[in-house]
């Protein structure tokens, strides 16, 4: 079974800095198929990225994720004050378990 | 516009039974595979349960033989039965929509409702 490891844990940034999140993987994760969601506090995750580096539905572009095999990042642009929030990695693919990585918090 | 709506949630004693329910609307519920994420207080997202169109289950090693997914096409409601619960099952228990129609993958879930909390507690 895949693990998923985030780093760092904690990211302490400022509005229009760029944050660089880090998603590592224990073993090669098939097709590339890692998601990002964004989760803030007493709310659902929000889907972000799939398939590494693919945008969801109504995602700005300063969000943008990439790499492949093991190691894979996402990139949030010029940060704004609603990007302040937990961010989570996932493999998925053709069989579970689907994985999380234990989350980034992007904090002022 | 899709709507996941959780309920079921509640206290319940180590050792007891409850039944999640997840009332989808605003899209073709058969076309879809539907997960259940957790997450306990504090803490991270841990994808539970997984059921595509009419099969069967698959289950995170931590619940199996424990939770039984299912889900009711003619209705559009998917549930899980928790049995033998433990206070490391106090979570809040998400209702996940695959992205992608059915085919042959576990995809990453597009949209998610609020969750029902479950305590296991004495």
């Known amino acids: 079974e895949i693990v998923l490891t985030q780093s760092p844990a904690t990211l302490s940034l400022s509005p229009g800095e760029r944050a660089t999140l880090s998603c590592r993987a224990s073993?090669?994760?098939?097709?590339?198929?890692v998601a990002w969601y964004q989760q803030k506090p007493g709310q659902a995750p929000r889907l972000l990225i799939y398939?590494?580096?693919s945008r969801a539905t109504d995602i700005p572009d300063r969000f943008s994720g990439s790499g492949s095999g093991t190691d894979f990042t996402l990139t949030i642009n010029r940060l704004e004050a609603e990007d302040f929030a937990v961010y989570y990695c996932?493999?998925?693919?053709?069989?579970?378990?689907?994985?999380f990585g234990g989350g980034t918090k992007v904090e002022i | 516009e899709v709507q996941l709506l959780e309920s079921g949630g509640g206290l319940v004693q180590p050792g007891g039974s409850l039944r999640l329910s997840c009332a989808a609307s605003?899209?073709?519920?058969?076309?879809?595979?539907m997960s259940w994420v957790r997450q306990a207080p504090g803490k991270g997202l841990e994808w539970v349960a997984g059921?595509?169109?009419?099969?069967?289950?698959l289950y995170a090693e931590s619940v199996k033989g424990r939770f039984t997914i299912s889900r009711d096409n003619s209705k559009s409601i998917m549930y899980l039965q928790l049995s033998s619960l433990g206070v490391e099952d106090t979570a809040i228990y998400y209702c996940?929509?695959?992205?992608?129609?059915?085919?042959?993958?576990?995809?990453?879930?597009?949209?998610w409702g609020q969750g029902t909390l479950v305590t296991v507690s004495s």
């Open positions: 059921v595509h169109g009419p099969g069967e289950g």
């Open positions: 605003g899209f073709k519920f058969s076309d879809y595979a």
């Open positions: 996940a929509k695959d992205a992608v129609k059915l085919n042959g993958v576990w995809d990453p879930f597009d949209h």
């Open positions: 996932q493999q998925y693919g053709p069989s579970p378990p689907l994985i």
């Open positions: 073993q090669s994760v098939t097709r590339n198929y």
């Open positions: 398939g590494a580096s």
